[in-house]
């Protein structure tokens, strides 16, 4: 399975809604950025959060362009778009944990949450070009 960290803005406020099981349940997209220069392009994760993930999500007011960091198992999804033909695939995240990123404005702070570990600064371990660079191991 896989585990991913991503940072990114929210595209569309938040809507709760309720499983066939009664189980509620958030679905989002997030707009993550992602190259640099010429070569930089919007890649869109579709996260999705239940129970008490989606009441946090809720209770601290996450909407449209909210810069948040999320975390959890990745799968690529087959899926048919809505002309009803075509298939493609996408990225689903389970969400398994998340908060702010912090923006550096004055006066605003976020609330963590008890035992979460602050972001990484978004670079700071150095840039890597995926496409043309070998990745560390």
């Known amino acids: 399975m896989s585990h991913l960290v991503a940072i990114g803005r929210v595209t569309a ?20 950025q992602i190259g640099y220069g010429e070569t930089a392009r919007t890649q869109y994760i579709q996260v999705w959060a239940w129970g008490v993930l989606t009441q946090q999500l809720l209770d601290r007011s996450v909407r449209k362009g909210s810069l948040i960091s999320v975390s959890g198992s990745l799968e690529l999804e087959e ?20 908060d702010f990123v912090p923006t550096g404005r ?17 670079g700071a371990a150095g840039t890597i070009d995926g496409e043309r660079d070998t990745l560390p191991e």
Do not use: C, H
């Not at 406020?13 to 993550?32: C, G, H, T, W």
């Open 13 to 32: 406020d938040l809507e709760l809604k309720m499983s066939v099981r009664q189980n509620p349940y958030i679905q989002f997209s997030l707009a993550e």
């Open 79 to 98: 899926y048919t778009k809505k002309d009803g033909v075509t298939r493609d695939k996408r990225l689903k995240l389970k969400l398994t944990d998340w």
């Open 106 to 122: 004055r006066g605003q702070s976020s609330k963590r949450t008890e035992g979460t570990p602050e972001p990484e600064e978004p």
